[in-house]
């Protein structure tokens, strides 16, 4: 098992800045790839970025490309969500997950088996 606590989510204007936390603990040796998703209000979760734990190797999804960046710190067992030049429509909560075994797409929520409780973004204009 692989518990995910996320953190960082807060209030921010239009333009500005905030880096989420994703904290793994339990067996983290078998994590490879972590996700943040986020849920808008009366819209299904969507995709946002993914990291390859040992080589690194990013993924994003295009309405965030060039704005957030997802990079990991393995000794700390800690994936980050860098966000810039937020807009309003990047409101919602954000998720991280982690699958428990190899999947054909990481791109949905199906594919992941660990989940964080979430964490609140709000981006006022």
């Known amino acids: 098992q692989v518990q995910l606590v996320e953190s960082g989510g807060g209030l921010v204007q239009a333009g500005g800045s905030l880096r989420l936390s994703c904290a793994a603990s339990g067996r983290t040796s078998s994590i490879w790839t972590v996700g943040w998703f986020r849920q808008a209000p009366g819209k299904e979760r969507e995709f946002v970025a993914r990291i390859n734990w040992s080589g690194g190797s990013t993924y994003y999804a295009d309405s965030v490309k060039g704005r957030f960046t997802i990079s990991r710190d393995i000794a700390k067992n800690t994936v980050y969500l860098q966000m810039n030049s937020l807009k309003p429509e990047d409101t919602a909560v954000y998720y991280c997950?982690?699958?428990?075994?190899?999947?054909?797409?990481?791109?949905?929520?199906?594919?992941?088996?660990?989940w964080g409780q979430g964490t609140r973004v709000t981006v006022s204009s």
């Open positions: 997950a982690t699958p428990s075994r190899l999947r054909s797409s990481y791109y949905t929520e199906a594919s992941y088996d660990y």
